[in-house]
Structure formats: structure tokens, C-alpha cells
């Protein structure tokens, strides 16, 4: 948007050659210094001062940059010589468009990526506060609802002997030598949760009467057996 800003205010001079074609490189690169000369303009004197003993300022084109000790490396021009950016509100917009275009990473890979070009004073601090306004990021992040647990049934609390409520389930199956299968039924106590096991040869309703009887027989005929229905 600011490039094409600047392009309109040079289309409306006099003896000026007309831009209508897409944006250059070159009209990209004069809108990001534009907005850097900007946020620079409205950085304090006195805290560019705090760092006058430990970083090393210069200007090049008109924009202040940082002396790192890498101007011998290979490196990048923009990676040896970051340009600074003061804490701004056009600051906010780079860090949360580099960190959406980076699929939503945290504040060490958005900020090791705007370290690449910018030196951020207090960059961590910065970063992490941003991220913060981020929604996509507060929806995964969102600590979970913890509801109160329930009270317990009647049938849990209710003192009886054992077995006299019971809930039944099948578990398996279980291969056996031959190449045949069997299942266990879980008969558990629901208000002592003592487990009774029996096993049956197929999942039919006669296998499981047969080992409801013989549970019977073993722990005495209670008052309630609760069954899950299941579709499968």
C-alpha cells in the first residue's frame, strides 16, 4: 500500500514519468525505507542513549543501522548490518505478518527470522508480547474447562454385599492355540469394584448367559446387572 502511495505522489508531478505497470522491486524497497525513516523519526533520543556504550550505530541512506562484529563473514549485507526498528506500531504489524507467514511458530523462530534483516531493541520482550494478540494462537493455547465432577449414582454409593450391583463387559479377543478365539466377560462391583472374570467362545447372547449363570452360582444372584449396548 505504501508503494503504491508513493507511486501516486510521483505520478502527479509535473515531468515526471508515469508508473502504471506493477510495482518494482525498487518501488518496494523505497516504500520499506520510507516506513523505516518513519518509525526511526519517532524514537527517543534518550533511549537510543542507553545503548550509546554497547551497540554501535551508523546511518547508511538515512537509516540507522547496527555495526555488528560479522562484517567479515559471508553473511548478508542485511544479516552483518541490521537496520534498527524502535518498538512502533508498524513494528507490531512486521512481527505478526512474520510470524503468520512462518505458520504460526513461536516467539525464538519469529524472532530468529526478523534477525535476519532488524535488530530489535529488547527483540525477545517485543516478539513475545505481540504474539500475544495473536487469535489463532490464544485458541490452541486456551487453557482447558475443568467441570466439577459429578456425584455418584445411587447404585455406587448404596452399601451392599458384593456383587449385589454389577456391571458387565467384554474384553478380547484372545487368540488360542488351534487358531480359535474366546472373550472374557468383566463382571465388576460397582460400589467395591471387585472384578469377577469368566470366559466364553463367541460373542452370542447363549455364551452369555451361560457365564452369567456360572457367576451366579459363584457370587450369589444380585439385584442389578448393568450392561452396555454397543452397536458392534
Known sequence: MTAYVLRFCNNIKRNSPKLVNSLSCEEIQKAEET?????????PSEIR???????????ENGILKVQTRLILSQDPEDFTHPTVLPDHPLLERLVLHTHRSLMHTGVLTTLAQLREKFWIPKGRRVVKAILRQCIKCKRLTAGKVNPDPAPLPPDRI??????????????????????????????????????HLELVSSLSTESFMQALRRFWARRGRGSTVLIMVRTS
Do not use: N
Open 49 to 59: 542513549e542507553k545503548y550509546k556504550d554497547t551497540i554501535q550505530f551508523f546511518e
Open 35 to 43: 516506513l523505516i525513516k518513519i518509525m526511526q523519526s519517532e524514537w
Open 158 to 195: 448404596h452399601r451392599v454385599a458384593a456383587f449385589q450391583i454389577t456391571g458387565a463387559d467384554l474384553a478380547g479377543p484372545l487368540s488360542l492355540r488351534g487358531g480359535s478365539k474366546a472373550w472374557i466377560v468383566l463382571f465388576t462391583c460397582a460400589v467395591y469394584r471387585a472384578v
